[in-house]
């Protein structure tokens, strides 16, 4: 068990470029999140994955925000025209097959937009 | 819809001192309940969870909270902290009967240990 992986650690941008995550989640987990936190509050969810399939998004997933899970293994979430207001934790999370299982995290990727 | 409330945003304490992290929780279904831990610039550790069964869960480092169906809170103690203790905490609820099993998180509570 390597545990959640997310690339990069840390990003910096300039207001409207595109920046893309990736998340690499535990090998044998089928569900897969993602979260935005921002400074002094908790994360907040916006997409899971099952697999392959993207069943739930958030309101807060507007359409600059594009999530993929392409082959039901690492994840991406892309960010078109950043705005400042993105800058923030993506988290990203997994979860095994079992009811009882918890989500494990990933140490997140920081986003600045200048 | 479901949501957490931590009372405290910090809690500054003496090592060696007890302390309670307070977290209230609404739902109208079942539900699971967690705390989770972030040290600076990291991602959150899972502390502790109840899902069923005794209303008392612990951790592996000394770390209890007892769920309180009837007052909905699910409160984090320890008897004696320690330094290393300083870090962020997150309470978190999810819905025992969904299938998505997804986490809406309160916004956490700074605990700092002092010496």
């Known amino acids: 068990d390597t545990g959640v992986s997310q690339d990069p650690r840390h990003k910096i941008t300039k207001r409207g470029q595109n920046v893309t995550f990736r998340c690499d989640p535990i090998?044998?987990?089928?569900?897969l999140y993602w979260y935005r936190q921002t400074l002094g509050q908790g994360p907040e969810f916006l997409t899971y994955?099952?697999?392959?399939?993207?069943?739930?998004k958030s309101r807060l997933l507007s359409d600059r925000f594009s999530a993929e899970r392409p082959k039901g293994s690492f994840s991406t979430l892309e960010i078109q025209r950043t705005e400042q207001g993105d800058s923030a934790m993506y988290l990203c999370?997994?979860?095994?097959?079992?009811?009882?299982?918890?989500?494990?995290f990933g140490n997140g990727t920081r986003l600045t937009v200048t | 819809a479901q949501s957490v409330t931590q009372l405290d945003s910090q809690v500054p304490v003496f090592e060696e001192a007890p302390v309670e992290l307070r977290c209230n929780y609404s739902?109208?279904?079942?539900?699971?309940l967690f705390w989770y831990v972030q040290y600076p610039n990291q991602g959150l550790q899972l502390l502790l969870k109840?899902?069923?069964?005794?209303?008392l869960v612990e951790s592996i480092n000394g770390f209890e909270a007892e769920f309180n169906k009837s007052q909905t809170s699910f409160h984090l103690r320890k008897p004696s902290v320690h330094i290393s203790d300083t870090a962020e905490y997150f309470c978190?609820?999810?819905?025992?009967?969904?299938?998505?099993?997804?986490?809406?998180f309160g916004k956490g509570t700074l605990l700092t240990v002092n010496p």
């Open positions: 109840y899902l069923s069964g005794s209303t």
């Open positions: 739902s109208s279904v079942s539900v699971y």
């Open positions: 090998s044998e987990h089928n569900r």
């Open positions: 978190a609820v999810s819905s025992s009967g969904g299938s998505n099993y997804k986490l809406t």
């Open positions: 994955f099952q697999n392959e399939a993207q069943l739930e």
């Open positions: 999370a997994s979860k095994g097959r079992w009811d009882n299982s918890p989500l494990h």
